[in-house]
């Protein structure tokens, strides 16, 4: 959807580094997700927020940290307590939990 | 919490044959049904959905089914196209205001 985007598309991580992938909507969209994929897997939820300054951790949330300052935005911070960081990453939007979720493009993170 | 299982894992079919997609859910108050479609490295996106006061819904080629009672769903696929080939995932949800869970996908391939 052209009302999500993220960025950047590939993300390059050295050893002991955070990183930060950024997510915006222009949806007007209160909540918002992160998910990660492994390669042929399926979509595992890492943090999500369903109104501005408040959110709750997914199923695999250790080594990973989110914000919510503005309705529009949901900032991911790969941390480097996060060991195996190389994986696909989604950001969704919904206007609420039980209401469809529109995807970005993805995020790309390797490690160096 | 919500536990989304999705069978088959792969399925391959032959042009213009039916594809069946089926998926069980655990927490008898999920309400929505997404399905979403994921081609390789790209988004998911949202191909139909059904609500829990519904037990069919129809889309051109696309039809879901909804069994409450067993707590189960499914996607049908007719007439399938090689542009079908995709990873297909189901979720449940929207309880309460709760997330929905996605199940882990299957691999559709239509074969020419």
């Known amino acids: 959807d052209g009302g999500i985007t993220q960025s950047p598309k590939y993300l390059f991580r050295k050893e002991g580094q955070n990183v930060t992938l950024s997510c915006e909507q222009n949806l007007n969209h209160d909540a918002m997700y992160w998910y990660r994929q492994d390669p042929g897997q399926g979509l595992r939820l890492i943090y999500y927020s369903q109104i501005v300054n408040d959110f709750q951790k997914g199923d695999i949330a250790e080594g990973y940290s989110v914000s919510r300052e503005k309705k529009e935005s949901f900032p991911l911070t790969v941390t480097s307590a996060q060991k195996n960081p190389t994986a696909f990453y989604l950001c969704?939007?919904?206007?609420?939990?039980?209401?469809?979720?529109?995807f970005g493009d993805g995020t790309r993170l390797s490690i160096l | 919490g919500e536990n989304v299982e999705q069978h088959p894992s792969t399925l391959s079919v032959q042009e213009g044959d039916s594809a069946v997609i089926k998926c069980t859910y655990s927490d008898s108050a999920s309400n929505y049904f997404p399905w979403y479609k994921q081609e390789l490295g790209k988004r998911p996106q949202l191909i139909i959905d059904?609500?829990?006061?519904?037990g069919e819904k129809k889309d051109q080629r696309i039809a879901v089914t909804l069994n409450k009672t067993a707590k189960h769903f499914s996607l049908h696929i007719t007439e399938t196209q090689p542009e079908d080939s995709a990873v297909y995932f189901c979720?449940?949800?929207?309880?309460?205001?709760?997330?929905?869970?996605f199940g882990p996908g299957t691999r559709l391939s239509v074969l020419p």
């Open positions: 979720a449940a949800g929207g309880a309460g205001g709760q997330n929905f869970v």
């Open positions: 059904i609500r829990s006061n519904v």
């Open positions: 969704a939007s919904s206007s609420r939990a039980d209401q469809p979720q529109h």
